[in-house]
């Protein structure tokens, strides 16, 4: 096994390849120079070391002919370096789970989707998109629910998370968009081109199994302001900026709306402007909620947090990191067992709107 980045998401994933003795690692791809030939084990907070150690060369990890390279590589980077790497790996007889993006090649284009085949059909290998959302939470979880449904109207996905921890002023101001005017914040923002394609491939991927194609999707967002100051670690957030976000996917089909994601994040729990705040005082965050409209109707609530300090490792570690982390490595042998090819997690007793 071969772990390939070691940011938030790929020094979780590492942390189980070492632990579990299903699982052998072999090497560990890097980014970073400073991180270049430290060992496995020290990058992920454990105290004995793996004997394996980190490289930059991207040359050798493809030599190494790993059966299975767990992929993490930042969103952050160009979309195309990621599908190059991946095919590479691909047709040189590596077979690749990603957690970076891709979970829906079709709303890449033709083009892209043709890559990936072509390089599993010339390597033997097997390729599979993981991740929590998109990746699992509405393509497998709540399309899994609508197979207790004799027939649906809606399905809405909400995903609220307080991001008021987050330490980094370019990280949460200039491109989360959070504590600045509301008239900076719109579907032109940064941010939006950032989520776009994710979201656009979960709805995408939920409506494959649904058996539609979706007409269109629409982005929409939301803000609100609160007239007091706040403090958080960045500072004081003065009154009439932005302390919550919601931004919405939709997805229309046969002339309605079908399919919709919602993200939504806040700075305080306490936003009683804006009808009903998206996280309670004391509530685990993020909090995950669906809601399917039909015959019957169905509410599902996923509370999702440590209980108490975070387990010895992920001190300051966001639990999502880890069940993204976690989605790729838990597939490991369903993806092996596969025909080579594109991997796709199956869904069973999901309900099938037809054309």
């Known amino acids: ?8 998401v790929g020094r979780a994933a590492l942390r189980e390849l070492i632990e579990n003795p299903d699982f052998q690692l072999a ?24 004997g ?15 059966d299975v390279v767990v992929h993490a590589a930042s969103k952050a980077h160009a979309v195309e370096t990621n599908a190059e790497d991946i095919c590479r790996l691909l ?20 083009d892209l ?9 010339r390597g033997g290998t097997r390729f599979h998109a993981a991740g929590e959302n998109p990746g699992f939470m509405f393509e497998r979880l709540v399309t899994t629910v609508t197979g207790l449904s004799k027939d649906i109207d809606r399905i809405d996905l909400y995903e609220a998370v307080d991001v008021s921890g987050i330490d980094s002023r370019p990280m949460l101001v200039d491109l989360m968009g959070m504590a600045r005017p509301p008239s900076d914040v719109s579907a032109d923002s940064p941010i939006i081109a950032k989520l776009d394609m ?28 609160i007239d007091r100051p706040i403090e958080i670690p960045i500072g004081t957030v003065e009154p009439g900026l932005v302390v919550g976000q919601r931004f919405s996917w939709t997805g229309r ?9 919602h993200e939504e994040w806040v700075l305080t729990r306490d936003l009683p402007e804006w009808g009903q705040s998206p996280l309670a005082e004391g509530q685990k965050a993020p909090l995950i909620r669906a809601v399917i409209k039909g015959t019957p109707s169905f509410e599902l609530q996923l509370d999702v947090g440590w209980d108490g300090a975070a387990p010895p490792g992920f001190e300051g570690a ?30 069973f007793g999901a309900i099938r709107l037809g054309p």
């Open 253 to 261: 089909y046969a002339g309605r709306d079908l399919l919709a994601i």
């Open 27 to 50: 090497g560990v791809l890097v980014y970073d120079p400073a991180k270049d030939g430290v060992d496995a084990a020290e990058l992920c907070g454990l105290p004995t070391p793996a």
């Open 198 to 225: 994710a979201y656009r491939q979960a709805l995408g991927a939920t409506a494959d199994v649904l058996g539609v194609t979706l007409d269109e999707i629409a982005v929409s967002v939301d803000c609100i302001t």
């Open 113 to 121: 989707e043709a890559e990936f085949a072509d390089a599993c059909r």
């Open 1 to 8: 096994m071969v772990q390939w980045a070691t940011g938030a």
């Open 52 to 66: 394996v150690a980190a490289t930059t060369d991207k040359d050798a990890i493809v030599a190494l002919g790993a």
């Open 91 to 110: 047709a040189a007889g590596t077979n690749v789970i990603t957690t970076t993006s891709y979970n829906h090649l079709p709303t890449y284009g033709a």
């Open 318 to 347: 966001n639990p999502g990191h880890l069940m993204i982390a976690m989605s790729a490595v838990r597939a490991i042998p369903y993806v092996l067992a596969a025909p080579p090819g594109i991997v796709t997690a199956p869904v």
